[in-house]
């Protein structure tokens, strides 16, 4: 079946560093690729997504890149921050699919 | 502002009972899902509705059920609890069709089977 995996599970870095997220899936026909961010004891949050048709987009510090041929795509924080530490999950999702596939999420510490 | 809520935050219940979770969510969003989450797990989906009255099981529908009876509310029934359902149930709503795609999610509950 449908599957996205993600790595690593967890990652520490220094604040002022970049973080690199990635993720990996099965279905060919995914056009969908959201990234969420979870706080400790709060809801997942969209933070930034990206379109098959895409291989790149940037929201200031965040970024997400897809490669296609690869069935890859990754999340790519620069400048990390005390307040960047959060649970990361990206997922992916095919055309007219209702269901969005998550991956097993990412735990990001930065470090003061 | 897309507003999902859940009717408790925490959840304390003994097996065998029949729990019902509910999430309300006031945006007219046609797509409403229950998944939990499991620490090294992330989310899996137990089961999704497309429209009022209609359910489709996720990967994970064993021992759970669903009810839509109004396209606002979507509620999550665990017929008989037992302890390795104990938790974090989130539910989420999503606009159907283009570019509509942002899921969003409601605070979660945090049940405990004993």
């Known amino acids: 079946g449908e599957n996205v995996e993600q790595h690593p599970s967890t990652l520490s870095v220094q604040e002022g560093d970049s973080a690199v997220i990635k993720c990996t899936y099965s279905?060919?026909?995914?056009?969908?690729f959201p990234w969420y961010k979870q706080e400790l004891g709060k809801r997942p949050q969209l933070i930034i997504d990206?379109?098959?048709?895409?291989g790149e987009k940037k929201d200031q510090r965040i970024a997400v890149t897809l490669n296609k041929t690869a069935k890859h795509f990754s999340l790519h924080i620069t400048e990390t921050q005390p307040e960047d530490s959060a649970v990361y999950f990206c997922a992916a999702r095919g055309t007219g699919g209702f269901k969005t596939i998550f991956g097993a999420g990412t735990r990001l510490f930065v470090k003061a | 502002d897309v507003k999902v809520t859940q009717s408790s935050r925490y959840l304390v219940k003994r097996t065998g009972e029949k729990v019902f979770l509910e999430c309300v969510q006031d945006?007219?969003?046609?797509?409403m899902f229950w998944y939990r989450q499991d620490p090294g797990l992330g989310l899996r989906l137990i089961y999704f509705?497309?429209?009022?009255?209609?359910?489709e099981k996720g990967d994970i529908p064993e021992g759970y059920s669903v009810s839509r009876e109004k396209k606002e509310r979507f509620s999550l029934i665990l017929e008989s609890a037992s302890t390795n359902q104990t938790s974090m149930y989130l539910c989420a709503s999503r606009a159907s069709g283009g570019a509509k795609d942002t899921q969003y999610f409601g605070p979660g509950t945090r049940l405990t089977v004993l």
């Open positions: 945006m007219d969003h046609e797509n």
């Open positions: 509705s497309y429209d009022v009255k209609m359910k």
């Open positions: 990206i379109r098959s048709n895409v």
């Open positions: 279905d060919s026909a995914s056009n969908y």
